[in-house]
Antibody, heavy 121, light 110 residues
Framework: QVQLQESGPGLVKPSQTLSLICTVS??????????WSWIRQPAGKGLEWLGR???????NYNPSLKSRVTISVDTSKTQFSLRLSSVTAADTGVYYC?????????????WGQGTLVTVSS | QTEVTQEPSFSVSPGGTVTLTCGLS?????????PSWYQQTPGQAPRTFIY???TRSSGVPDRFSGSILGNKAALTITGAQADDESDYYC??????????FGGGTKLTVV
């Protein structure tokens, strides 16, 4: 069964770029009709969809973050990444990666366990 | 940008019935938005609960059901139990491979 695992620095300085990787095991990013997505959750707050990529490298982003977010597929086709530029304290939170069915029923499943990123000097 | 609305909190007695809703700041939710629901307990990743409006994920008890009620998606718990106390988030598919999550509902069973 497919499993996802986030990894990356837990501390990022303000104005720098947050970079995370999601490693997919038990499957390939191109083995089925799936999107690969990033979602975040500030402490004590709700979930926020950041964006998604597809095997081909096509992407779509949350309009509120579009200018700062980049999601890309690794050439190995077993990892995809998130880059969020010009971070501030408001970007502190738990970041999740998830697989999303690219057709009906468009469900997020499975999810990674999440990784906490703190933006602080 | 369209916002997805959920009740911030809800309380239900053990054995009681509660309906959580998922609406749009502008317009009505229909099955075309493929509403999905996720349960999250403290410190854990979200767990897929219901998708495509009404389909329960594997292992989800049948006391949970999804529907469209009026102009909103709904998650109903019939016969609530103590371990149903969690945060519940809905997500709506907005087309072209984009989604919006609701703010979540904190359910208390007391």
């Amino acid at each position: 069964q497919v499993q996802l695992q986030e990894s990356g620095p837990g501390l990022v300085k303000p104005s720098q770029t947050l970079s995370l990787i999601c490693t997919v095991s038990g499957d390939s990013l191109c083995s089925g009709n799936y999107y690969w997505s990033w979602i975040r959750q500030p402490a004590g707050k709700g979930l926020e969809w950041l964006g998604r990529t597809y095997c081909t490298g096509s992407t779509n982003y949350n309009p509120s973050l579009k200018s700062r977010v980049t999601i890309s597929v690794d050439t190995s086709k077993t990892q995809f990444s998130l880059r969020l530029s010009s971070v501030t304290a408001a970007d502190t939170g738990v970041y999740y990666c998830a697989r999303v069915v690219a057709t009906s029923p468009f469900v997020f499943d499975p999810w990674g366990q999440g990784t906490l990123v703190t933006v602080s000097s | 940008q369209t916002e997805v609305t959920q009740e911030p909190s809800f309380s239900v007695s053990p054995g009681g019935t509660v309906t959580l809703t998922c609406g749009l700041s502008s317009g009505s939710v229909s099955t075309s938005y493929y509403p999905s629901w996720y349960q999250q307990t403290p410190g854990q990743a979200p767990r897929t609960f219901i998708y495509s409006t009404t389909t329960r994920s594997s292992g989800v008890p049948d006391r949970f059901s999804g529907s469209i009620l009026g102009n909103k998606a709904a998650l109903t718990i019939t016969g609530a139990q103590a371990d149903d106390e969690s945060d519940y988030y809905c997500a709506l598919y907005m087309g072209s491979g984009t989604w919006v999550f609701g703010g979540g509902t904190k359910l208390t069973v007391v």
